[in-house]
């Protein structure tokens, strides 16, 4: 038997991606290919009167303008169809002709080269009538505000509730209460490659799309919607894929590059057309993580034990829905925090604006939820003068513990070992009243403090609350008396997180085979079956499954003698169900990741600069399929929350951006990076998980900005309820 699985083997993409072979969408190059550029709105909220694209048509070397006439079913979205693919008169669909952000697509341009391209979209007139910008959700929330859809009688289009225990009688035991308000921030995914894809009719008449994303089967089904074409008509391969975060779970340039090659070859124009966005467009086309307003009460007695929590969350939708309610439940679950709490309250909303549209982000209403939780507890801990790691422990969550929604985790709960793990790492010691911070060496200039913080989290694995959660693989085994080679199908995408090698390694444990006998061949509708998206810390759990049943399959088909011997899987976890629109008892998920992060940051006084010394991210990753892998999932994710939580400031005023470049929206860079990150990768292992592995990318970026929050306060004294946490929020707090 060969042992794959646990070995830090390198990536299969590596090589190719240090030497800049990768060919990313950007970089396809393909004979006789014309291109195409995107007419934006520019504005937030407007009914388009009328498209005069006359100018642009008679531009020579422009071979086509579309809008949206030319789209036959002009909808799409992934948890409801509410945007239109382009916005204007003429459409099949009503109100189409509203614009509600300001990277609303109005027409599309198809020409010889770029440059054209670009010339022919300046000659395009639209007449806007300026509707009422709605940019706050509290404000859009009230009865008297526009409403962005005519057709609904309220901006609001999410609503879940908790109601566990009694709150009144929870907060009458509780001998200390908090009151805490929280605000957290848009954030840009910021990926290193911008939106960009190529799409012509392949070799059967498929319209193919080649582009980055992570679904191809959702990209697949979107675009047949939208324009009115069987499934089988429509092919989506995804090559190299330069990050993705969540960003590339809803639509960019899929659908109307299928439009244009649907509408060309109408004409007898067969060819390939390709796009690439540059930064600024792709920051105003593409969702962000969603802003929440928070409002908290939390109770607890004199012994440290949570007696009552009450919660409100409030959540920028933005424009559209894209996943947004799906983003609410996840907050809604987590914003109590990994404890047991005997008496609970929620209300979330998710709430239209004119803003651009929240959507999938690392962490997916996770970070959001775990940023007033645990500050809600360290201000606890601070009320009854008691150590943040001692009142933490006091409540967690464990085997058989009841979640806020009444029903206990699944098996395999390991938050207890996980967070004394990472405080023993971080040097917490256990004293006569139990945990016990450790004091943090202070730096020798008068200006600079240093303070350490800790938080923790547990987050989701796999589709959560209801929604259809399955995975399919299939492996082809090849050869006579033995097996010389093992092709695997299998539809999840690699967008940097070493998916693809870790497929491999669990093929070939589930096979008995060396890593170089394994074939994968990836991402692309023709050859492999659904796999649901990469998100929701899932790909792992769901693909390792798959793959072993087909690997199961397949080695009794080869015993059998079949040659070759094929076989497909599919993986179905456990049942998980919705909120019970009263109460919210639910079976949220089949399995969660716990986490545990201790942060020490040094604070200018004098300039409201920080710099993160070090941090302590411990993870029970239930089995690291390739350690390295892991180890880089919890670095990437420590830099990227630092950013959420100290750099990246994306500013939206009335429904415009003021942050459109990345000269003025910050990301970190080599000299942001914590000074030290050091990953303590624990493995107990999930009873469902393959070979036990449970989902982890998304783990690490949970309880970072609460844990930096709190070593700033242990720091500085002052409390910080919204970041990030840019210098002059950080004078200010100072001199408050």
């Known amino acids: 038997m060969t042992l794959t699985v646990g070995q830090s083997l390198i990536r299969v993409d590596a090589e190719a991606k240090v030497k800049g072979k990768a060919v990313y969408p950007g970089d396809i190059e393909m004979p006789d290919m014309a291109y195409m550029k995107i007419l934006f709105a520019n504005r937030p909220h407007a009914i388009i009167q009328r498209i005069d694209v006359s100018r642009a048509e008679q531009l020579p070397g422009v071979l086509a303008v579309f809008t949206a006439k030319d789209v036959p079913n002009n909808e799409y979205g992934l948890i409801s169809p509410d945007q239109p693919v382009l916005c204007g008169p003429g459409s099949n669909k009503a109100h189409a002709d509203h614009v509600r952000f300001i990277g609303d697509q109005v027409a599309l341009v198809v020409a010889e080269s ?4 670009v010339q022919a979209i300046s000659l395009i007139d639209v007449d806007y ?120 779970e809803d639509m960019s340039v899929q659908i109307v590059l299928a439009l244009a090659t649907y509408r060309l070859s109408q004409k007898g124009i067969r060819r390939p057309i390709k796009i690439v966005w540059s930064r600024e467009e792709s920051i105003i086309g593409h969702h962000k993580r969603h802003a929440y307003y928070i409002h908290t009460r939390w109770g607890a007695s004199r012994d440290g034990k949570i007696t009552a929590a009450e919660v409100e969350l409030i959540a920028d939708g933005g424009a559209y829905m894209y996943t947004s309610t799906k983003v609410l439940g996840n907050a809604t679950l987590m914003c109590t925090g990994p404890y047991e709490i005997p008496n609970v309250n929620v ?64 098996k395999g709960v390991s938050m207890d070992k996980v967070l004394e793990a990472c405080a023993l790492k971080a040097g917490w010691v256990r004293g006569a009243r139990g945990w016990q911070r450790p004091v943090v060496n202070q730096p020798e200039q008068a200006n600079k403090k240093r303070g350490i913080g800790f938080a923790c989290a547990f987050k989701n694995v796999g589709f959560s609350f209801g929604a259809p959660e399955n995975c399919w693989a299939t492996i082809e085994l090849r050869g006579k008396e033995e097996i010389d080679q093992a092709i695997l199908y299998h539809a999840g995408a690699e967008v940097g997180q070493g998916a693809h090698t870790a497929f491999i390694q669990m093929a070939a444990e589930a096979l008995g085979l060396p890593f170089e006998k394994i074939v994968l061949v ?8 659904n796999s649901g998206s990469v998100s929701a810390s899932r790909m792992t759990f769901m693909a390792g499954n798959s793959i072993r049943g087909a690997a199961a399959q397949a080695l009794e088909k080869w015993k059998n003698e079949e040659r070759p011997a094929v076989a497909t899987y599919q993986y179905l976890p456990p049942r998980t169900t919705p909120y019970d629109p009263e109460t919210g008892k639910s079976e949220p998920n089949f399995s969660y990741g716990y986490v545990a992060e201790a942060v020490e940051v040094e604070v200018d006084v004098e300039t409201g600069q920080l710099q993160v010394i070090n941090v302590i991210c411990a993870d029970d990753v239930g089995k690291a399929v390739n350690p390295q892998q892991v180890q880089g999932q919890i670095e990437g994710a420590v830099v990227q929350a630092a950013g959420y939580g100290i750099l990246e400031n994306f500013l939206q005023k009335d429904g415009l951006s003021l942050t459109k470049t990345l000269s003025t929206y910050l990301i970190p860079t080599v000299l942001d990076v914590p000074t030290r990150v050091e990953s303590v990768i624990l493995e107990y292992p999930d009873p469902i998980g393959p070979f036990g592995a449970r989902g982890m990318g998304e783990m690490p970026y949970l309880p970072f900005v609460p844990a930096l929050v709190s070593a700033v306060h242990n720091a500085s004294g002052c409390w910080f309820d919204q970041f990030p946490l840019i210098p002059e929020r950080v004078l200010e707090g100072l001199s408050s």
């Open 114 to 117: 770029e440059a054209i391209a």
């Open 347 to 410: 209300d979330s909303y998710a709430v239209y604006t004119n803003n651009i549209p929240g959507g999938a982000f690392r962490g997916f209403g996770g970070p959001q939820g775990a940023f007033a939780a645990e500050l809600q507890m360290d201000k606890l801990a601070e009320a009854l003068d008691m150590d943040p790691v001692e009142i933490r422990e006091r409540n967690i969550l464990r085997e058989g513990s009841l979640l806020s929604v009444g029903t206990p985790l699944p």
């Open 129 to 248: 009538a300026d509707l009422p910008v709605v940019s706050d959700p509290r404000e859009a929330m009230k009865v008297q505000s526009p409403r962005l859809f005519p057709d609904r009688d309220s901006n609001v289009f999410g609503h879940y509730r908790i109601r566990k225990g009694s709150i009144e009688n929870g907060f009458k035991n509780a001998d200390v209460i908090v009151e805490g308000y929280y605000q957290t921030p848009v954030q840009e995914h910021a990926y290193l490659q911008p939106e960009a894809g190529v799409s012509y009719l392949d070799e059967e008449d498929r319209i193919t799309v080649v582009v980055a994303g992570q679904w191809v089967h959702e990209d697949q089904e979107q675009i047949a919607h939208a324009l009115g074409l069987p499934l089988e008509k429509i092919r989506v391969i995804y090559p190299a894929i330069g990050g993705a975060f969540g960003g590339r």
């Open 522 to 529: 990836a991402s692309d509708t023709a050859y492999t079956r």
